[in-house]
């Protein structure tokens, strides 16, 4: 059957959960039968409806056989069309978090510190896409009183797009770094396009949090309702603390100790504490969900292995997260330190030149005892390069390492945690 977009509605509000992986399907739920570039999950729809699905929206007239699918003309507008209605229903702050680096650490931060005293709802792992974005809001319960979004960008654009979906009336711009480059062309692209989410804020009549440790975020929050927060001239200030591996915040008379790897996580941590502290969070539960907070994923995480300790930070990287990386590590005071260091992927035609200046860094900081892994190192240099990180993991395999540091960086298509387990 066809439905106008108030009857499909209509049917979310008596199943309000939806699924588009018959893997995972959640029970009762409304399946999307989503395109990909080589998937048509139109042919999985009847799947979806034997394995506890009410309803399967498809856009293939040939699937829709009875009255329990929903043809639609496309099924991801659809999808987004009912995430943009359910969202103007929301009488709640709604978030937004973008970046180059560090908005997922973010997110999870600043949902943590929420979390303490308001029902949140935030963005599940990077579902931070035109898909995911749009499942987030559909997946916000009843009772939630705060939601936070994540949206991601590789696009200029994009995070418009995104925000047209969330309609965000308070945003985060964590940081400005030459990230997929491919997609965008320019540092400027970038700029232009994460600064969407100060735009988007500004026509819903919100507030955005500024960092002023980027002067782009800076001039483009200029005109409208914000907070800034950094080192200095701002109107919150923290001192970073370091301890050991572990960064810290030093915030008026509270010293917060996280168990957040890397010193460009600062600006992550006193966003959330900022945050928090607008939302009249106690100052004693700010403190103790940053303190509590543990990294997973590949995320700025410490591994202890037994015989070395490692820090992960595999799950993506760009020129700028690589150069705040190597920086952060080369500071640690001990001799045993050793990187493998992955290829940044989606730097278009300046990626030969930023992998070129991510080994001159390395030089530059000292930084003498490591590897470089992916067909673009290897391409510029034969000198402690391995095609791929199974090769890598051959050869740290035949080491004898005691107790050294690592740190594991790379784009997440290189999969550099595959070496951690023979460290």
Same mark, same amino acid.
């Given at each position: 059957?066809?439905?106008?977009?108030?009857?499909?509605?209509?049917?979310?509000?008596?199943?309000?959960?939806?699924?588009?992986?018959?893997?995972?399907?959640?029970?009762?739920?409304?399946?999307?039968?989503?395109?990909?570039?080589?998937?048509?999950?139109?042919?999985?729809?009847?799947?979806?409806?034997?394995?506890?699905?009410?309803?399967?929206?498809?856009?293939?007239?040939?699937?829709?056989?009875?009255?329990?699918?929903?043809?639609?003309?496309?099924?991801?507008?659809?999808?987004?069309?009912?995430?943009?209605?359910?969202?103007?229903?929301?009488?709640?702050?709604?978030?937004?978090?973008?970046?180059?680096?560090?908005?997922?650490?973010?997110?999870?931060?600043?949902?943590?510190?929420?979390?303490?005293?308001?029902?949140?709802?935030?963005?599940?792992?990077?579902?931070?896409?035109?898909?995911?974005?749009?499942?987030?809001?559909?997946?916000?319960?009843?009772?939630?009183?705060?939601?936070?979004?994540?949206?991601?960008?590789?696009?200029?654009?994009?995070?418009? =797009? &995104?925000?047209?979906?969330?309609?965000? @009336?308070? +945003? !985060? *711009?964590?940081?400005?770094?030459?990230? /997929?480059?491919?997609?965008?062309?320019?540092?400027?692209?970038?700029?232009?396009?994460?600064? =969407? &989410?100060?735009?988007?804020?500004?026509? @819903?009549? +919100? !507030? *955005?949090?500024?960092?002023?440790?980027? /002067?782009?975020?800076?001039?483009?929050?200029?005109?409208?309702?914000?907070?800034?927060?950094?080192?200095?001239?701002?109107?919150?200030?923290?001192?970073?603390?370091?301890?050991?591996?572990?960064?810290?915040?030093?915030?008026?008379?509270?010293?917060?100790?996280?168990?957040?790897?890397?010193?460009?996580?600062?600006?992550?941590?006193?966003?959330?504490?900022?945050?928090?502290?607008?939302?009249?969070?106690?100052?004693?539960?700010?403190?103790?969900?940053?303190?509590?907070?543990?990294?997973?994923?590949?995320?700025?995480?410490?591994?202890?292995?037994?015989?070395?300790?490692?820090?992960?930070?595999?799950?993506?990287?760009?020129?700028?997260?690589?150069?705040?990386?190597?920086?952060?590590?080369?500071?640690?005071?001990?001799?045993?330190?050793?990187?493998?260091?992955?290829?940044?992927?989606?730097?278009?035609?300046?990626?030969?030149?930023?992998?070129?200046?991510?080994?001159?860094?390395?030089?530059?900081?000292?930084?003498?005892?490591?590897?470089?892994?992916?067909?673009?190192?290897?391409?510029?240099?034969?000198?402690?390069?391995?095609?791929?990180?199974?090769?890598?993991?051959?050869?740290?395999?035949?080491?004898?390492?005691?107790?050294?540091?690592?740190?594991?960086?790379?784009?997440?298509?290189?999969?550099?945690?595959?070496?951690?387990?023979?460290?």
């Amino acid at each position: 059957m066809r439905s106008s977009l108030e009857n499909l509605y209509a049917l979310y509000l008596q199943h309000p959960a939806v699924s588009i992986d018959t893997r995972n399907l959640i029970p009762n739920s409304i399946f999307f039968a989503l395109k990909g570039e080589r998937f048509d999950a139109n042919v999985f729809a009847a799947s979806a409806l034997e394995k506890g699905c009410v309803w399967a929206v498809v856009d293939d007239p040939k699937i829709a056989v009875d009255d329990r699918y929903i043809l639609v003309d496309d099924v991801l507008q659809c999808l987004q069309d009912l995430a943009i209605h359910h969202r103007k229903q929301l009488t709640i702050p709604v978030i937004g978090i973008t970046g180059s680096n560090g908005k997922t650490t973010s997110k999870e931060l600043v949902n943590a510190v929420l979390s303490t005293q308001f029902k949140t709802h935030a963005t599940q792992g990077n579902y931070n896409n035109h898909i995911g974005v749009p499942l987030t809001i559909l997946s916000t319960p009843k009772d939630t009183e705060i939601l936070i979004v994540e949206m991601g960008a590789n696009r200029g654009g994009e995070v418009y =797009e &995104l925000c047209k979906i969330s309609q965000p @009336n308070f +945003g !985060l *711009v964590t940081s400005l770094g030459e990230e /997929h480059l491919e997609g965008f062309g320019s540092y400027e692209a970038i700029v232009e396009t994460e600064t =969407e &989410l100060f735009r988007a804020v500004k026509e @819903n009549n +919100g !507030l *955005v949090f500024t960092n002023n440790l980027f /002067h782009e975020l800076v001039e483009r929050s200029e005109n409208q309702k914000r907070i800034t927060f950094g080192r200095e001239n701002a109107d919150f200030t923290g001192e970073l603390v370091c301890n050991d591996f572990f960064v810290g915040l030093r915030y008026k008379s509270e010293t917060i100790q996280t168990q957040l790897v890397g010193d460009y996580n600062f600006s992550n941590i006193l966003a959330a504490y900022v945050i928090g502290e607008y939302f009249n969070v106690s100052p004693e539960d700010i403190k103790h969900s940053l303190e509590n907070y543990v990294p997973t994923m590949n995320r700025s995480q410490l591994v202890k292995t037994g015989k070395n300790t490692v820090i992960s930070d595999a799950y993506n990287a760009n020129p700028a997260s690589m150069t705040a990386a190597l920086e952060s590590f080369a500071k640690f005071d001990t001799e045993k330190k050793f990187f493998v260091i992955g290829d940044m992927l989606e730097l278009g035609d300046q990626s030969v030149l930023k992998h070129q200046e991510a080994i001159s860094l390395t030089q530059k900081l000292g930084l003498n005892e490591g590897i470089f892994v992916g067909d673009i190192f290897q391409s510029i240099s034969s000198e402690n390069t391995f095609k791929n990180a199974e090769e890598a993991r051959i050869f740290l395999s035949e080491q004898a390492f005691e107790n050294y540091i690592f740190l594991i960086k790379g784009s997440r298509g290189i999969r550099l945690e595959t070496v951690i387990d023979v460290l």
